[in-house]
């Protein structure tokens, strides 16, 4: 079965310092994608970054990177110099194999990890 | 930009009510997608729908019905509202399924009483 597991359910973190929220997947697909969403307290979802399999480099988006960890099963996200606009829930999503409406573009969530900068 | 509108922000029902969420997308967008997202819990899919009049069942398609009569459009119904489908609800379309995203509408933060 594919999983996404965010083993945070909350992170505090101070202005300007970098932070990084962890996710791990379990798929038996040799191809797939990753993604991170933000979702602010106005409920909006935000996509941030996105990672495929096959991809030879890490992803990069303004302050945010995805360090991929293939062997490992890891897609862990790091926001560099944060800011109190960063305060959000954030979620970790892999596209769906065949049984679960990957091809038809389906995401499976992890349950968050709610961020918290401090000025 | 790709803009999905959810046609209620906040929705109050009763118990017993047919429920109707309206979703609307401008991209003409093959894929479209309800979730609900509850707290600790995530998003889980409850149905999507890859073409017109065609729809698939989610992890939790229980208690819910959609229909797609027209592409832009993917309403999620509740035939007989009852308080555990109290929830947040959340639309999205795709396009292309490789390495698009889901592309999400404000939500309807639905009150079951």
């Known amino acids: 079965a594919q999983k996404i597991t965010q083993t945070q359910p909350g992170m505090f973190v101070q202005e300007k310092e970098a932070v990084t929220l962890d996710c791990t997947y379990d798929t038996s697909d040799p191809s797939y994608g990753l993604f991170w969403y933000k979702q602010p307290s106005s409920g909006e979802m935000i996509f941030l970054i996105y990672q495929g399999s096959y991809d030879q480099q890490n992803a990069t988006e303004g302050r945010y990177s995805l360090n991929f960890q293939k062997a490992r099963k890891s897609a862990n996200l790091v926001i560099s110099a944060s800011q109190l606009g960063d305060s959000a829930m954030y979620f970790c999503?892999?596209?769906?194999?065949?049984?679960?409406?990957?091809?038809?573009?389906?995401?499976?969530f992890g349950k968050g990890t709610k961020l918290s900068v401090k000025p | 930009d790709v803009k999905v509108t959810q046609s209620s922000r906040y929705l109050v029902k009763r118990t017993g009510e047919k429920v109707f969420l309206e979703c609307v997308q401008d991209m003409d967008h093959e894929n479209m997608f309800w979730y609900r997202q509850d707290p600790g819990l995530g998003l889980r899919l409850i149905y999507f729908?890859?073409?017109?009049?065609?729809?698939e069942k989610g992890d939790i398609p229980e208690g819910y019905s959609v229909s797609r009569e027209k592409k832009e459009r993917f309403s999620l119904i509740l035939e007989s509202a009852s308080t555990n489908q109290t929830s947040m609800y959340l639309c999205a379309s795709s396009l292309n399924p490789t390495r698009s995203p889901l592309h999400f509408g404000n939500g309807t933060r639905l009150t079951v009483t």
């Open positions: 729908s890859y073409d017109v009049k065609m729809k």
């Open positions: 999503a892999m596209r769906g194999g065949l049984n679960y409406g990957g091809s038809q573009g389906n995401l499976i």
